[in-house]
Structures are given as C-alpha cells and as structure tokens.
C-alpha cells in the first residue's frame, strides 16, 4: 500500500529522478518556458517554485542552500538576480502548466508546457524561435 507517501517515481530509480528534476528546473530557470510531458511538469513544479522562494530573499546562506540543490554556477547567479526579484511581492504560484492539445507523436505521450509566469522570453532564446506566422 502506499499510504502516506509522496512523491512520483516516473518508473526511475533515485539518482535518475533526481538528475531529472535538477535538469528540467535548469532548463526552466534558463529558459523560462520548457515543453515536456505533462507528468515530468507536475513532477517538476513544486521544486522550481521552492528553489524561486527561497532566491526571493538574496542572503549567502539562501545561495549556498539553492547551490546544494541546483549546482550550476550560473543558473543560480541568474534565479537571484533576475528571476528571484521579479518574484518579490508574488506570495507563491510562480509557475504554470498548460497542456498541449496534441499528444508526442513517438510514444502518444500528453505534451504540456512548464512555464514562469509574468516573465518575458530571453532575448537570445526569443531569437532563435522561428517567427510564427
């Protein structure tokens, strides 16, 4: 029975649950909009929102704490000095899923993308979208 406990396992052992959560973050702080399927978005979100919580306030120990959890130098000099503050006044829900209509065409997976809300596109990431017409 699996009474009281939480979580999703994805059909993944540990460390590759963890790799993926690290990584789907990554891509979401660096990017601020990622497609993936809807199950790694729900799986994904409640730990991007708490790493934006904690880099809402910008103090060593919130950085060493965000470091430990998402070690990528630059991603976390990026959430507290761009992502973070927009946040400030925001008391939660800093990101959103919206599904897909179309399932992936390989496996018919549901497709839903994770995305920040309230925050525009880098430009450099803007940019190599093809402009839709």
Do not use: C
Request: proline fraction near 5%; aromatic fraction near 4%; avoid cysteine.
């Amino acid at each position: 029975m699996r009474h009281r406990k939480l979580g999703r396992k994805l059909n993944r052992d540990t460390a590759h649950r963890e790799a993926l959560r690290r990584n789907l973050a990554l891509a979401l702080f660096t990017n601020h909009r990622i497609v993936t399927t809807a199950e790694k978005a729900k799986f994904a979100k409640p730990f991007a929102e708490k790493l934006i919580t904690i880099a809402r306030e910008n103090t060593q120990a919130h950085q060493r704490l965000v470091l430990s959890r998402l070690p990528h130098k630059t991603t976390v000099k990026k959430l507290f000095d761009v992502i973070g503050p927009h946040f400030k006044d925001r008391k939660g829900g800093y990101t959103r899923i919206v599904r897909l209509a179309k399932n992936r065409l390989g496996d018919d997976a549901s497709q839903a993308i994770l995305e920040l809300v309230d925050l525009p596109r880098p430009a450099a990431v803007a940019a190599e979208e093809p402009a839709k017409d």
